[in-house]
């Protein structure tokens, strides 16, 4: 009898034990959510008061305590399609590179260190870099050509690895198939393996331009205007941008008590933008995903 209780004892302990744990993590789990809740009911509180038809589609006024914020609207989106049309082709041909073609080599290895490790540099320095590369050395000046390919540079890790890891989750036996009916390798990419890594890899795409639209420290140094009320003609111009509005006239603005609601309304702005970005992943994945078991 005394093993039977012993055993007793020692699943019930475990069960105490599991049933503790589980506690733990969900509360830790709500927390998250609550915390999360708290600033968005913060800024919507502050900033709902301030959303109108004309905070949305007019430039600001005497010195950004009044009119709205379009220009830094559309300057947000050049910036954010401009670093896209650079980080995307090479962000998702060297994820094919890393993972079809040199797959466990040594260059392999070595990309992927230094992608790891660019992933990890503080934004700050690929605005310094920026200014420094594309801004003086290029001679391309405070410009949206500067800001993008600076943006660029630093969404280009995150593209990088969704990328190869997209394709990581791809079986091997599909590109086997594919090449003993005499496809070649480019063909087994193109056709096979690259439509079903596509959900995956659109996914990450979108989320990188969640994380450069709400970036501050690299267009400060490479595009950003402090008060430009008038939309941009060329890629040489210089543009205001909504992370950069928000923290002119939120730190140093002209007066920051009255501008005080347009940067909550400018922060409500910002944070819709990156929600309707990861809804459109999340919908784009779903959508692809499904095309994918289709076909």
């Not at 399609?81 to 998702?92: A, E, N, Q, V």
């Not at 260059?107 to 690929?126: C, D, E, K, Q, Y």
Request: glycine share 8%.
């Amino acid at each position: 009898m005394t093993p039977i209780i012993r055993a007793d004892k020692t699943d019930k302990k475990k069960r105490w034990s599991q049933a503790i744990a589980f506690t733990i993590f969900k509360l830790m789990s709500y927390s998250v959510v609550a915390i999360l809740f708290l600033i968005l009911g913060f800024i919507i509180t502050k900033g709902i008061g301030v959303i109108n038809w004309e905070f949305l589609t007019q430039p600001p006024k005497e010195g950004m305590t009044e009119g709205g914020i379009y220009p830094a609207i559309i300057g947000t989106l050049y910036l954010v399609l401009g670093s896209s049309l650079f980080s995307f082709p090479i962000g998702i041909m060297s994820g094919i590179y890393m993972n079809e073609y040199a797959k466990g080599s040594k260059i392999a290895t070595f990309i992927r260190i230094m992608t790891n490790n660019l992933s990890g540099v503080p934004s700050v320095v690929f605005g310094l870099f920026g200014m420094a590369l594309f801004v003086n050395t290029m001679g391309f000046g405070d410009s949206i050509l500067a800001g993008s390919l600076t943006l660029g540079l630093l969404s280009l890790p995150l593209v990088i690895r969704t990328t190869e890891e997209s394709l990581k989750a791809i079986e091997t036996s599909y590109r086997e198939g594919s090449l003993a009916l005499g496809a070649t390798k480019l063909q087994t990419i193109w056709k096979v393996v690259l439509p079903m890594a596509f959900p995956n890899i659109i996914t990450g795409l979108i989320l990188s331009i969640g994380r450069v639209s709400g970036e501050t420290a690299p267009i400060l140094f490479t595009v950003a205007a402090y008060f430009l009320p008038k939309l941009p003609t060329s890629i040489f111009d210089q543009v205001m941008a909504l992370p950069y509005h928000l923290y002119v006239i939120s730190t140093s603005g002209t007066d920051v008590e009255a501008s005080r609601g347009i940067a909550y309304g400018t922060a409500l702005v910002l944070i819709v933008i990156v929600l309707l970005v990861n809804l459109l992943a999340n919908f784009l994945r779903n959508y692809f995903s499904k095309k994918v078991k289709t076909n």
